[in-house]
């Protein structure tokens, strides 16, 4: 190590061995297989012996052989270790890299594309092999962990996406600093930025001074001042936030450098408080005061799709559109009998650098390089006897196969279908609720959900991020002006994918095949179980029964709408947030595994 603590040269790259690099190389592989098939832009061909395919590539002159199990979804439970690679008669080693030059056409990689997804493949395959070579707890052991240890001990990211850990921008050194899996303690780096070039806003019962005196105590305020004051400026012009360090090192300090050198923008350096870089990347939980906010930053690093900064204009509405959602929530009785809330992103702000906003279109990632929100920890609503794990621990599998959802079941000691039932009335019939109710859909994938656990059952569900991910469907609800952002015109066909895609296609998919791929739930008791909690919610909801009838969940089929279709066509914007059903790639049907499991007519 360094005289700073830091990883030397060789040090950062130990993980980058030959043994571990094949055995990223081989799990990358099998998602790639089976999300590519799933999404229909491969098709094995079945071999004689039950359970064994092939797959021969662009060119005809490579072949993939593997065994899979297809589930409902056409989900492809495909073993790793089963994977081979054939040319001409003998066998090749697995290379990720390889396979996408392979498969190019196929994929729909065109050239501009290619190299740099090649590159977010390649940052991926080093973060699994990172995480290979730590010791990590069992799936049993981190089950029994807490939110924090949880919470940096996964190990796959999205489950739908391929490239799902590019983070183009971190040198390897900044890997080890910020990266969720280091768990690397970090602090803060506060800016202070002139008012008029600034907003900020607050919610109800919240305002800058009352913000800024919970977030910072009084030694480092006056230390702030200070720096302020020793230059000359006056504190009362500037409000003080805080940004990514990498943010900092690597973009404000050099492409900001006009706001730093006229004094527009002052850094005034790290706070005290340490944080925790979250699954999200460009959010921190802050280890120092639990119960204190989250922060969340812009950081100006590709990953996944987008550049992840954060827009100064639409951070202008966040509070307001939190608070509204939260009356809502409060006011309702289904939400309020399932225990369901969010944590609220209370306050925000964003800094508009003039030059660039003139020089560009809304949504450009120049737009999005300087802006702040502070969310609500959900520790502080901890009950007692309670515990914190985010809802994408469910699908994460050990080293050795030993599945997390599993080891919470045999804690808690249910039947497993009743397990799966509690957790479906706190997280599902929410979701429906807001469909259904309102019109309203959030984005509940397991990254933005937080599970309340109780003895290793689910006891309810907190959803967070909410501003930049809700929308309402309904043309004409009526909207507080401040919130009229989140109003989205989706077409009537589409409405009802975002229950179908996002929770049954991208979540419920791969916990059902975890859960039946270790014998601990079968498929048909999983989604009769599913079954079940809709049917039960829609009876507690007759009223809307038009409404169920409009948007039927037992439909027969549903439309397959393929994410990493939308990555592979444009890994650098894959979405236009301001269209965002128009981007989706559609393509075929899926069979419902509801439908077999509809009421009688």
């Not at 923008?265 to 999200?280: E, F, I, K, R, W």
């Not at 994938?445 to 501003?467: C, P, Q, T, Y």
């Amino acid at each position: 190590m360094t005289a700073a603590g830091r990883p030397t040269a060789q040090e950062a790259v130990a993980h980058l061995t030959p043994a571990l690099w094949a055995r990223a190389n081989r799990l990358l592989l099998r998602k790639a297989l089976a999300e590519f098939t799933h999404e229909r832009l491969l098709t094995p061909r079945r071999l004689p012996a039950d359970g064994h395919y092939a797959l021969s590539d662009d060119d005809g002159t490579t072949e993939y052989r593997f065994t899979a199990r297809r589930q409902a979804l056409d989900h492809w439970q495909i073993d790793p270790d089963s994977i081979t690679r054939h040319r001409a008669g003998g066998e090749l080693p697995l290379e990720a890299l390889e396979f996408f030059l392979e498969f190019g056409d196929s994929l729909g990689l065109d050239a501009a594309v290619l190299p740099v997804y090649l590159e977010e493949i390649s940052s991926t395959l080093s973060g699994t092999a990172y995480k290979l070579a730590a010791k990590q707890p069992t799936a049993a052991e981190l089950a029994r962990s807490g939110f924090q240890d949880i919470e940096t001990g996964m190990t796959e990211g999205h489950p739908c996406f391929v490239a799902n850990n590019g983070r183009l921008g971190f040198g390897i050194h900044e890997y080890h600093a910020y990266a969720p899996e280091t768990a690397s303690p970090l602090r803060l780096i506060w800016l202070a930025a002139r008012r008029d070039r600034a907003t900020f806003t607050a919610g109800a019962g919240l305002d800058y001074d009352t913000l800024i005196r919970g977030e910072l105590p009084r030694h480092t305020r006056d230390r702030f001042t200070a720096t302020l004051t020793g230059l000359g400026l006056d504190p009362d012009d500037y409000y003080l936030f805080p940004t990514h360090p990498w943010q900092w090192w690597n973009k404000l300090s050099v492409t900001f450098a006009a706001e730093v050198a006229r004094q527009h923008l002052v850094c005034l350096g790290p706070g005290d408080d340490t944080y925790l870089a979250q699954q999200s990347l460009r959010t921190f939980f802050n280890t120092t005061t639990p119960t204190g906010h989250y922060v969340k930053t812009a950081l100006s690093v590709l990953n996944m799709g987008f550049m992840r900064g954060l827009s100064a204009s639409y951070m202008e509405a966040t509070p307001a559109i939190n608070d509204w959602l939260a009356r809502l929530i409060d006011a309702d009785d289904t939400f309020r009998a399932a225990r369901f809330s969010i944590i609220r992103e209370r306050a925000a702000i964003g800094y508009h650098h003039r030059a660039y906003e003139a020089a560009t279109a809304k949504g450009s990632p120049y737009r999005k390089m300087l802006a702040a929100l502070w969310r609500e920890s959900p520790v502080a609503t901890l009950g007692p006897d309670r515990r914190l794990a985010t809802m994408a621990s469910l699908l994460h599998t050990d080293d050795e196969g030993g599945s997390f959802a599993a080891a919470l079941i045999e804690e808690s000691g249910l039947p497993p279908a009743t397990w799966l039932r509690r957790y479906l009335d706190a997280y599902l019939t929410p979701v429906l609720h807001a469909f259904y109710a309102y019109d309203l859909v959030f984005m509940p994938h397991g990254e933005n959900a937080i599970l309340v656990l109780e003895d290793g059952a689910v006891d309810r569900v907190i959803f967070k991020d909410i501003a930049e991910e809700i929308a309402v469907m309904d043309p004409d609800a009526v909207l507080p002006p401040a919130v009229e952002r989140i109003r989205a015109d989706v077409p009537e066909d589409k409405k009802l994918l975002s229950v179908f895609t996002d929770v049954f296609d991208c979540f419920f998919r791969f916990l059902s095949g975890t859960l039946d791929d270790r014998g601990i739930l079968d498929e048909d008791t999983f989604w009769r179980t599913v079954a079940a909690c809709v049917l039960d919610y829609q009876a507690s909801v007759p009223h809307l029964a038009d409404k169920f009838a409009r948007y039927d969940l037992f439909a027969e089929e549903f439309a397959l709408s393929c994410l990493n279709r939308l990555q592979l066509r444009n890994n650098q914007e894959m979405v236009d947030l301001q269209d965002p059903a128009g981007a989706l790639q559609l393509i075929g049907t899926l069979r419902n595994p509801l439908a077999p499991h509809a009421p009688a007519a």
